[in-house]
């Protein structure tokens, strides 16, 4: 069975850091892009950063000089290094893998900057 195993949420102080990780398992071959993907109450889900196979990068502006997205392409696994953590960052973070033509999703981990 497909599927993207997110970790690394949790409660953090504004300032703080995080570390997310996301493994893809079982029949996903051929990934090219992965990315994270945020939800915050009442609020859209939004593009966080994204990550080709070859390593070209894109973020947010929001969070530009903050997130650090990196991938290992022989473990499947996306990872996004969060820095100088801000209250509005607090959402659901889902994962997103690209194998063309399906898109895989995790099943989101909760992210929560408060003091």
């Known amino acids: 069975q497909e599927q993207l195993v997110e970790s690394g949420g949790g409660l953090v102080q504004p300032g703080g850091s995080l570390r997310l990780s996301c493994a893809a398992s079982?029949?996903?071959?051929?990934?090219?892009?992965m990315a994270w993907y945020r939800q915050a109450p009442g609020k859209q889900r939004e593009l966080v950063a994204a990550?080709?196979?070859?390593?070209?990068?894109n973020y947010a502006d929001s969070v530009k000089g903050r997130f650090t997205i990196s991938r290992d392409n022989a473990k499947n696994t996306v990872y996004l290094q969060m820095n100088s953590l801000k209250p509005e960052d607090t959402a659901v973070y889902y994962c997103?893998?690209?194998?063309?033509?399906?898109?895989?999703w995790g099943q989101g981990t909760q992210v929560t900057v408060s003091s």
């Open positions: 990550i080709t196979k070859g390593g070209y990068t």
């Open positions: 997103n893998a690209i194998s063309t033509p399906l898109s895989y």
């Open positions: 079982g029949s996903i071959f051929t990934i090219s892009t």
